[in-house]
């Protein structure tokens, strides 16, 4: 699944680069599942992928993967939580959409570190 250069350190990116690469990853995991589980109209499928990426599906995530994580995910997790966004989130409370950014760098991390296992460990986990 890993196509990025292996001499990307994710140690060395910012929590927001992370986020960025982990919040395709994470999308691409929820588009996965949906067309694994029935082959049914874009329209709806794209509908039904919103209610697992949005800033509240991956705070709720979160609470369910917390206490299974190691303390290096979890300092990705809070380094993603806590950086600086510069914006608003429209559809989510400050909270939830800092949460989903620290769960959006922690998949990023782990997609880097070529940690394919975990994120799917991970992944089922929260959909359980």
């Known amino acids: 699944m890993n196509f ?5 350190n994710p140690k060395q990116l910012s929590p927001l680069n992370l986020a960025f690469i982990g919040d395709c990853i994470y999308e691409i995991l929820v588009r ?32 369910k993967i917390k206490d299974l994580l ?11 939580r806590n950086a600086k966004v510069g914006h608003s989130p429209k559809s989510a409370t400050e909270g939830e959409y800092h949460c989903a950014t620290g769960v959006e760098a922690l998949f990023g991390y782990l997609y880097l570190n070529d940690d394919i296992d975990r994120i799917k460990e991970l992944f089922s986990i929260i959909n359980a």
Do not use: C
């Open 70 to 80: 190691t303390e290096e995910e979890t300092a990705v997790f809070k380094r993603g």
């Open 32 to 63: 996965e599942m949906l067309v694994k589980n029935a082959n049914r109209p874009v329209n709806d499928l794209h509908r039904e992928s919103v209610k697992y990426v949005s800033a509240k599906a991956q705070t709720d995530a979160y609470s």
């Open 4 to 8: 990025i250069d292996k001499n990307v």
